[in-house]
């Protein structure tokens, strides 16, 4: 049966000061061959999620390559969605290396990573870096959705001051650079990256009216539910369900939201900010919750996490691990020290696990969600004891719209730049870059 009716892609729910974007409904495409033009309208997205100090690499890297591979340790809570990844061994990152400036390998890790350039060794203001990968794609396609890119983090950074051997701040705590001088620091705080997805945009309302709708313990979705019911009545069945799932999914998340300004610590002698959550690990999956709304709804197709800082020495006393993780790092080969290394590596790897199931379960299309994603998961350090930076940890998953085969373990020649695979990933996203850092070429075995 022909379409009578067709949705834009570009659709919001409005209310005052509120506009909800869309996840991508079969009224919003072009053909009565829904699937087919699906296929081809569905956008890609790309993200990059930092985990800092390395990895314990025995328990991280496979064995075999193909896709006769066993997880090892770390891996193994990415067991339910292993096909729909990869594992890339022997990418580096040279820039991050001394290369000349001494010590300071944990500030470098963090800046060179989505660059592949040398940080200039300073603690001043004349930071110099280069462009990340992010920005490149967010500077050229950033115009087509809500927000051009979104930044997250777990840790209150500094910009400003020595944070490693000489190395400003600004270097550690920022992986995402709209210039060579110019760092995005990551927004901490999930209630104001959730204002950040769904305000309205005007100049000087969005705090009024946000401060509004919590005097009256309103919710965001109060304020389009007219507009949803609207638009409801319009929709064929399939499209109904899609839209009250997704607006059950959004209230979830806010309530959730709301319920951790009610759990902020106490006694600290200063004012803990309103919507951080009280546990590392809420806070963590809070952050992935918000990015995959965001490449849900299209409100933005390019993001970064720093899960934590590169030098960050928080415990871990949740799952058995009280000691400083950067600490721990440089285990000097004591054994003890390298279980509960591979302790934390394999937590940082079930959060990420928990998002890309996520990803994996959100229809869109005739496919999933992360059909149509690449996030790329490392560190910026090999091993922290050796700061070595020529074979880091490295996931790819997603098919990048079907561009990417999952699965298997690639493994490339020993310091194959990382910037290769940046290369191919703005190939799939349509941008086209002749060289970014110290990349080569585009990356093999991708396909």
């Given amino acids: 049966?022909?379409?009578?009716?067709?949705?834009?892609?570009?659709?919001?729910?409005?209310?005052?000061?509120?506009?909800?974007?869309?996840?991508?409904?079969?009224?919003?495409?072009?053909?009565?061959?829904?699937?087919?033009?699906?296929?081809?309208?569905?956008?890609?997205?790309?993200?990059?999620?930092?985990?800092?100090?390395?990895m314990n690499m025995a328990d991280w890297l496979p064995t075999k390559t193909g896709t006769d591979f066993e997880l090892p340790m770390i891996l193994q809570p990415l067991e339910k969605v292993r096909s729909e990844l990869n594992v890339l061994s022997n990418l580096g990152q040279d820039?991050?290396?001394?290369?000349?400036?001494?010590?300071?390998?944990?500030?470098?890790?963090?800046?060179?990573?989505?660059?592949?350039?040398?940080?200039?060794?300073?603690?001043?203001?004349?930071?110099?870096?280069?462009?990340?990968?992010?920005?490149?794609?967010?500077?050229?396609?950033?115009?087509?959705?809500?927000?051009?890119?979104?930044?997250?983090?777990?840790?209150?950074?500094?910009?400003?001051?020595?944070?490693?051997?000489?190395?400003?701040?600004?270097?550690?705590y920022n992986i995402s650079w709209r210039s060579a001088s110019s760092p995005l620091p990551p927004e901490i705080d999930p209630k104001q990256v959730f204002e950040r997805l769904f305000n309205n945009g005007r100049s000087g309302e969005n705090a009024e009216i946000r401060e509004r709708r919590e005097r009256r313990s309103k919710s965001v979705l109060d304020f389009v539910l007219e507009d949803a019911r609207s638009l409801s009545r319009k929709l064929g069945s399939i499209d109904r369900r899609k839209l009250d799932e997704y607006?059950?999914?959004?209230?979830?998340?806010?309530?959730?939201?709301?319920?951790?300004?009610?759990?902020?610590?106490?006694?600290?002698?200063?004012?803990?900010?309103?919507?951080?959550?009280?546990?590392?690990p809420e806070h963590i999956r809070l952050m992935y919750d918000l990015m995959a709304l965001g490449f849900q709804t299209d409100s933005t197709r390019v993001s970064t996490f720093v899960v934590a800082?590169?030098?960050?020495?928080?415990?871990?006393?949740?799952?058995?691990?009280?000691?400083?993780?950067?600490?721990?790092?440089?285990?000097?080969?004591?054994?003890?020290?390298?279980?509960?290394?591979?302790?934390?590596?394999?937590?940082?790897?079930?959060?990420?696990?928990?998002?890309?199931?996520?990803?994996?379960?959100?229809?869109?299309g005739s496919g999933s969600l992360l059909d149509n994603c690449m996030i790329v998961y490392g560190s910026g350090i090999e091993d922290g004891n050796s700061h070595h930076h020529s074979d880091l940890p490295v996931l790819l998953a997603g098919r990048g719209g079907g561009t990417i085969t999952t699965g298997r373990h690639v493994r490339y020649t020993k310091a194959t730049p990382m910037n290769n695979l940046f290369l191919s990933m703005l190939d799939r996203m349509d941008v086209p870059t002749e060289r970014l850092g110290d990349s080569t070429a585009r990356l093999t075995q991708l396909t």
């Fill in 1 to 54: 049966m022909t379409k009578t009716w067709q949705l834009p892609r570009r659709t919001f729910l409005k209310g005052l000061g509120t506009a909800m974007a869309l996840p991508l409904l079969e009224a919003m495409v072009p053909s009565v061959l829904a699937e087919a033009a699906a296929a081809t309208s569905t956008p890609r997205r790309m993200a990059f999620v930092y985990v800092p100090n390395g």
């Fill in 309 to 364: 800082h590169d030098g960050d020495n928080k415990g871990y006393p949740f799952i058995g691990v009280p000691d400083g993780h950067h600490d721990l790092s440089h285990h000097g080969g004591n054994l003890e020290k390298k279980a509960k290394i591979a302790k934390i590596n394999r937590f940082h790897l079930e959060q990420f696990a928990y998002f890309i199931e996520k990803l994996k379960n959100t229809k869109e």
């Fill in 247 to 280: 607006m059950t999914a959004v209230r979830e998340l806010e309530q959730r939201i709301q319920r951790t300004g009610k759990f902020a610590p106490v006694d600290t002698g200063m004012a803990a900010p309103t919507g951080i959550p009280s546990t590392y």
């Fill in 95 to 172: 820039k991050a290396a001394a290369n000349g400036d001494g010590a300071g390998d944990h500030a470098r890790a963090s800046a060179a990573f989505l660059t592949g350039c040398q940080p200039r060794k300073t603690s001043g203001a004349d930071i110099r870096a280069g462009v990340s990968v992010d920005q490149v794609a967010a500077q050229r396609i950033g115009n087509l959705t809500r927000l051009p890119s979104l930044e997250l983090g777990c840790d209150v950074g500094q910009q400003v001051g020595n944070c490693d051997s000489g190395y400003s701040c600004a270097y550690s």
